[in-house]
C-alpha cells in the first residue's frame, strides 16, 4: 500500500505493477486491492522448466493459460505476462546461472551446436570458447556450458517420420543415418526429420492469443539473444514461428478448448504397476476400498482400468483446469472420428462433434503432486 502511495503521489498517471510472487491464483489476488485505480498484475509464463513431453502436452497448457488468465482479470483486474518464451526444455546455456543449472535440469540431453563469435568482438578474453578445451570452471550445483566448443541449446523436435505415435519418444531410430536424436537432441534440419517449425507456429500461435488478447499484454523474454531462437523474439520471427499478435488468433486453441470431444486421456503402457495404482487412487480420492480393488488387477487388466479411471476423471475436470498426468501414469490421444462422434451424442443434441487423426499425444502436467514449472527470474 506504501508502495502504490508513493508512485500515485508521484506519478499520477502511472500504472502501479506488481508481480504475483509465483502465485497466480484467484485465492491470492481475488478483490485485492479493489477500487484502486491503475493497478496490474505482472505473471511469468514458462514451459521450459516443465517435464518432458509430447508437442500435445505444450499445446494444451499453453491454452490453459488464457482461462488462468481470464479468470484473474475478472477477479482481480489487468493482467500482464511479464516474461514467456518459447523453451520447451531447458537446454538454453546458463539459463539458471554462469555454469551453473538447477538440480535435476535439464531433463533431457541438449543438442550441441558450434558456439557463436563474440558479438563485441573478438578481442572478448576467452571468446569464442576453445575448441581444445572440455568444460571449464567455475563449476556451479549443475552443468551449462560450452565444451570442445560446442554450447547446448534447445533440442529439436522430431515429425511423425521419427515419432509414429506421437508420444514424444522417437520410435523410428533406424531412419536416422546422422547420429543418435536422443543423446544429442539435433536432428539436424531435415525437413523430413525435424518438425520444430512446425510445433514452435503451433505453440505461439496459442500463446499470443493467451498474452496477446486475453491478457493486457506481454514481454517476450528476451529481444535478442545468441544461439537460440526460442528466446529470442528477432529470431523467432525471422524463421516465421510469430504471428501477428494482433491478428485473427481465435481458432488457435479450438481443439485443445474443445477438451474430452477431441482427446481421450489413456494410460500410458508399458509401466509399473504401482505407477498406475498411484495414479488411479488420486482420481478416486485414496478411496480405500477402490484401492484395494486395483491391487487384484495386473497386466492389460489393470492398464485397461486405469483408462478408464483417468479418462474419467480428466473428462470431467478438464474444464476447470484439470489435466492429464497422473504422476506420469497417463497421456493424451486423439480421439477416433467415431469415439468424437460418441461423445458427442452423449453430451446432447446441441454437441459439436469434432474428430481428429489418432496421433498420439502426451502427458500435460498434472496428478498428485503437480507443480507449476519454475520461473528463470
Same mark, same amino acid.
Given at each position: 500500500?506504501?508502495?502504490?502511495?508513493?508512485?500515485?503521489?508521484?506519478?499520477?498517471?502511472?500504472?502501479?505493477?506488481?508481480?504475483?510472487?509465483?502465485?497466480?491464483?484467484?485465492?491470492?489476488?481475488?478483490?485485492?486491492?479493489?477500487?484502486?485505480?491503475?493497478?496490474?498484475?505482472?505473471?511469468?509464463?514458462?514451459?521450459?522448466?516443465?517435464?518432458?513431453?509430447?508437442?500435445?502436452? +505444450?499445446?494444451?497448457?499453453?491454452?490453459?493459460?488464457?482461462?488462468?488468465?481470464?479468470?484473474?482479470?475478472?477477479?482481480?483486474?489487468?493482467?500482464?505476462?511479464?516474461?514467456? $518464451?518459447?523453451?520447451?526444455?531447458?537446454?538454453?546455456?546458463?539459463?539458471?546461472? /554462469?555454469?551453473?543449472? *538447477?538440480?535435476? +535440469?535439464?531433463?533431457?540431453?541438449?543438442?550441441?551446436?558450434?558456439?557463436?563469435?563474440?558479438?563485441?568482438?573478438?578481442?572478448?578474453?576467452?571468446?569464442?570458447?576453445?575448441?581444445?578445451?572440455?568444460?571449464?570452471?567455475?563449476?556451479?550445483?549443475?552443468? $551449462?556450458?560450452?565444451?570442445?566448443?560446442?554450447?547446448?541449446? #534447445?533440442?529439436?523436435?522430431?515429425?511423425?517420420?521419427? #515419432?509414429?505415435?506421437?508420444?514424444?519418444?522417437?520410435?523410428?531410430?533406424?531412419?536416422?543415418?546422422?547420429?543418435?536424436?536422443? $543423446?544429442?537432441?539435433?536432428?539436424?534440419?531435415?525437413?523430413?526429420?525435424?518438425?520444430?517449425?512446425?510445433?514452435?507456429?503451433? /505453440?505461439?500461435?496459442?500463446?499470443?492469443?493467451?498474452?496477446?488478447?486475453?491478457?493486457?499484454?506481454?514481454?517476450?523474454?528476451?529481444?535478442?539473444?545468441?544461439?537460440?531462437?526460442?528466446?529470442?523474439?528477432?529470431?523467432?520471427?525471422?524463421?516465421?514461428? =510469430?504471428?501477428?499478435?494482433?491478428?485473427? *488468433?481465435?481458432?488457435?486453441?479450438?481443439?485443445?478448448?474443445?477438451?474430452?470431444?477431441?482427446?481421450?486421456?489413456?494410460?500410458?503402457?508399458? *509401466?509399473?504397476?504401482?505407477?498406475?495404482?498411484?495414479?488411479?487412487?488420486?482420481?478416486?480420492?485414496?478411496?480405500?476400498?477402490?484401492?484395494?480393488?486395483?491391487?487384484?488387477?495386473?497386466?492389460?487388466?489393470?492398464?485397461?482400468?486405469?483408462?478408464?479411471?483417468?479418462?474419467? +476423471?480428466?473428462?470431467?475436470?478438464?474444464?476447470?483446469?484439470?489435466?492429464?498426468?497422473?504422476?506420469?501414469?497417463?497421456? =493424451?490421444?486423439?480421439?477416433?472420428?467415431?469415439?468424437?462422434?460418441?461423445?458427442?451424442?452423449?453430451?446432447?443434441?446441441?454437441?459439436?462433434?469434432?474428430?481428429?487423426?489418432?496421433?498420439?499425444?502426451?502427458?500435460?502436467?498434472?496428478?498428485?503432486?503437480?507443480?507449476?514449472?519454475?520461473?528463470?527470474?
Amino acid at each position: 500500500w506504501r508502495g502504490y502511495k508513493i508512485v500515485k503521489a508521484r506519478a499520477p498517471t502511472w500504472r502501479f505493477v506488481m508481480h504475483d510472487a509465483f502465485r497466480f491464483t484467484a485465492d491470492a489476488w481475488g478483490g485485492f486491492m479493489a477500487g484502486c485505480p491503475d493497478i496490474a498484475l505482472d505473471t511469468h509464463v514458462y514451459q521450459a522448466w516443465a517435464d518432458p513431453g509430447p508437442r500435445l502436452k +505444450f499445446y494444451v497448457d499453453a491454452c490453459q493459460a488464457k482461462n488462468k488468465i481470464a479468470l484473474l482479470e475478472r477477479s482481480f483486474g489487468p493482467v500482464v505476462v511479464g516474461e514467456w $518464451s518459447l523453451a520447451t526444455d531447458n537446454c538454453a546455456m546458463w539459463l539458471n546461472g /554462469l555454469n551453473d543449472n *538447477l538440480p535435476g +535440469f535439464p531433463k533431457l540431453p541438449c543438442k550441441f551446436i558450434p558456439c557463436a563469435e563474440p558479438y563485441m568482438g573478438s578481442h572478448q578474453p576467452g571468446a569464442p570458447p576453445d575448441k581444445s578445451k572440455p568444460y571449464r570452471g567455475p563449476f556451479g550445483t549443475g552443468v $551449462s556450458g560450452p565444451i570442445y566448443g560446442y554450447c547446448p541449446v #534447445d533440442r529439436d523436435w522430431p515429425s511423425p517420420v521419427l #515419432d509414429s505415435d506421437g508420444d514424444g519418444i522417437i520410435d523410428r531410430l533406424d531412419l536416422l543415418k546422422n547420429g543418435d536424436p536422443i $543423446s544429442t537432441g539435433n536432428l539436424g534440419g531435415d525437413p523430413a526429420f525435424d518438425d520444430t517449425d512446425a510445433v514452435m507456429r503451433e /505453440l505461439a500461435a496459442k500463446k499470443l492469443l493467451a498474452f496477446g488478447q486475453v491478457a493486457h499484454g506481454f514481454f517476450f523474454w528476451n529481444f535478442r539473444t545468441e544461439l537460440e531462437p526460442h528466446w529470442s523474439w528477432l529470431d523467432a520471427h525471422e524463421r516465421g514461428w =510469430l504471428p501477428d499478435a494482433r491478428g485473427d *488468433l481465435a481458432d488457435a486453441c479450438k481443439a485443445e478448448d474443445s477438451g474430452s470431444q477431441t482427446f481421450n486421456c489413456v494410460a500410458r503402457p508399458g *509401466l509399473p504397476d504401482k505407477t498406475y495404482r498411484d495414479g488411479m487412487a488420486y482420481c478416486v480420492g485414496y478411496d480405500k476400498d477402490a484401492m484395494a480393488s486395483y491391487e487384484a488387477l495386473e497386466n492389460t487388466t489393470l492398464v485397461a482400468k486405469a483408462t478408464e479411471i483417468f479418462s474419467d +476423471f480428466w473428462a470431467r475436470n478438464v474444464v476447470s483446469g484439470a489435466t492429464c498426468d497422473f504422476g506420469g501414469a497417463a497421456l =493424451l490421444v486423439y480421439r477416433e472420428p467415431a469415439d468424437a462422434v460418441e461423445v458427442a451424442d452423449e453430451a446432447g443434441p446441441g454437441a459439436e462433434a469434432s474428430g481428429a487423426d489418432p496421433i498420439g499425444a502426451g502427458p500435460a502436467d498434472a496428478g498428485p503432486a503437480d507443480a507449476g514449472p519454475a520461473d528463470a527470474g
